[in-house]
């Protein structure tokens, strides 16, 4: 495997990761009320659900990538998405538990399609079209999220250079996505030489706003 097929599976593979610490603490919350047994089963149908809804939405979010101008804005969603997950300092869900097998898994499902666009717009960014490297991205990450949520989410909280990392990657992808759409190609053969440069720039404009703010959050 080359490194240009390997780098996209990694990045998928991260923003997975990162941004699913909270459809994990979903998965938790759904389920928690239930018998043991239900509770795996819930898990087990609820999450591959979910999986198979990410990957719809997925594909559709590839194929509206190719209008024009939309992975500019697409790119400056992401921009937005990656500076929020600086900004924000934790946000509660209120998740009702289900207290039958089926509520569980409809709230998993539901919870994970209405908290899932953030991920599906990264991973439809760095896949760059090939839905072949988003399936196997989620089918690495999507085990990681559900068995090591609680991990993941106490590293997060422990080593917050660990979200400063996690949005780099997303301002890092959401440059690259502004830069492919053909109508922002055009305008930038004239920077051709700076254009290596950019991606990186995203990433220092984010962590240094990200890194400002919560110093100030800090002081007050």
Same mark, same amino acid.
């Given at each position: 495997?080359?490194?240009?097929?390997?780098?996209?599976?990694?990045?998928?593979?991260? @923003?997975?990761?990162?941004?699913?610490?909270?459809?994990?603490?979903? @998965?938790?919350? $759904?389920?928690?009320?239930?018998?043991?047994?239900?509770?795996?089963? $819930?898990?087990?149908?609820?999450?591959?659900?979910?999986?198979?809804?990410?990957?719809?939405?997925?594909?559709?979010?590839?194929?509206?990538?190719?209008?024009?101008?939309?992975?500019?804005?697409?790119?400056?969603?992401?921009?937005?998405?990656?500076?929020?997950?600086?900004?924000?300092?934790?946000?509660?869900?209120?998740?009702?538990?289900?207290? +039958?097998?089926?509520?569980?898994?409809?709230?998993?499902?539901? /919870?994970?399609?209405?908290?899932?666009?953030?991920?599906?717009? /990264?991973?439809?960014?760095? *896949?760059?079209?090939?839905?072949?490297?988003?399936?196997?991205?989620?089918?690495? +990450?999507?085990?990681?999220?559900?068995?090591?949520?609680?991990?993941?989410?106490?590293?997060?909280?422990?080593?917050?250079?660990? &979200?400063? @990392?996690? /949005?780099?990657?997303?301002?890092?992808?959401?440059?690259?996505?502004?830069?492919?759409?053909?109508? &922002?190609?055009?305008? *930038?053969?004239?920077? /051709?030489?700076?254009?290596? $440069?950019?991606?990186?720039?995203?990433?220092?404009?984010?962590?240094?706003?990200?890194?400002?703010?919560?110093?100030?959050?800090?002081?007050?």
């Amino acid at each position: 495997m080359n490194w240009d097929l390997l780098e996209p599976v990694l990045i998928i593979i991260s @923003i997975d990761i990162i941004l699913g610490g909270d459809n994990a603490v979903v @998965i938790a919350l $759904a389920s928690r009320n239930l018998p043991k047994k239900q509770r795996n089963k $819930a898990i087990f149908i609820g999450t591959g659900l979910a999986v198979i809804c990410r990957i719809l939405l997925t594909l559709i979010a590839l194929y509206l990538l190719h209008i024009p101008f939309l992975r500019l804005v697409g790119g400056l969603l992401l921009l937005y998405i990656a500076i929020k997950l600086l900004l924000d300092e934790g946000e509660s869900h209120n998740i009702k538990s289900g207290d +039958s097998l089926f509520t569980a898994i409809r709230t998993i499902v539901f /919870a994970d399609i209405v908290m899932g666009f953030d991920n599906v717009l /990264a991973i439809a960014g760095a *896949s760059h079209g090939n839905m072949t490297l988003v399936i196997l991205g989620l089918l690495v +990450s999507v085990p990681i999220i559900i068995w090591g949520s609680r991990i993941i989410l106490t590293l997060m909280e422990k080593f917050s250079i660990l &979200v400063y @990392i996690g /949005a780099g990657i997303l301002a890092f992808t959401a440059a690259e996505m502004m830069l492919e759409d053909p109508h &922002v190609k055009e305008l *930038s053969y004239s920077i /051709a030489p700076l254009l290596p $440069a950019i991606p990186l720039l995203f990433v220092l404009f984010t962590v240094t706003i990200g890194y400002i703010y919560n110093r100030q959050a800090e002081a007050k």
